[in-house]
């Protein structure tokens, strides 16, 4: 499938960061055509309350999902039948790895990595807000003034707010 517009197919993953006590899990949905990340929860579990949030708070936000894609793995956050409601209520179509393959949601995989890498979310952290703040700042930072050159060296909400 060609991807040619923002909000026409999204990809969800979730990550963990680690504090000095437990591990926090980051729910991050991605714009493929962007790469901008629209929707973001760091919920201290697992739970599927913070995959739940990361999608509210973007279909309140998108302004236009006429034939959008949610793409994701198939964890039991993604296959939960509150969470693919939402999606059907919304006309939003599903798309699931076959295998749970990393390489079947690249793209969300690769943004993981981004952040954890250059963003170094891959540290230990001294509690929740230390993280809730390093995880803000580095998806700020990686939308707002990290260059793509896959983006032709704009940013990805450059490139989201021209093509959204």
């Not at 991605?30 to 739970?47: A, C, F, N, P, Q």
């Not at 979310?121 to 003034?145: G, M, P, S, W």
């Not at 260059?147 to 490139?159: C, E, G, I």
């Amino acid at each position: 499938m060609e991807v040619t517009r923002s909000n026409q197919v999204w990809v969800s993953d979730i990550t963990y960061i680690r504090t000095v006590k437990e591990f926090c899990y980051l729910a991050l949905i991605t714009d493929m055509h962007s790469r901008k990340i629209v929707g973001y929860d760091l919920s201290d579990s697992l739970e599927l309350k913070g995959c739940l949030r990361a999608l509210n708070k973007i279909i309140y936000q998108a302004k236009d999902i006429k034939q959008l894609i949610h793409h994701s793995d198939r964890v039991i956050q993604y296959c939960s039948n509150v969470y693919t409601q939402i999606l059907k209520r919304k006309k939003i179509g599903i798309s699931m790895t076959e295998e749970n393959h990393c390489y079947e949601n690249a793209m969300a995989e690769r943004v993981n990595r981004i952040l954890k890498d250059e963003f170094y979310l891959d540290q230990t952290f001294d509690n929740v807000n230390h993280d809730k703040r390093a995880a803000k700042n580095a998806i700020n930072i990686y939308n707002e003034i990290k260059l793509h050159l896959s983006l032709d060296y704009k940013t990805p909400n450059m490139v989201y707010k021209l093509s959204a």
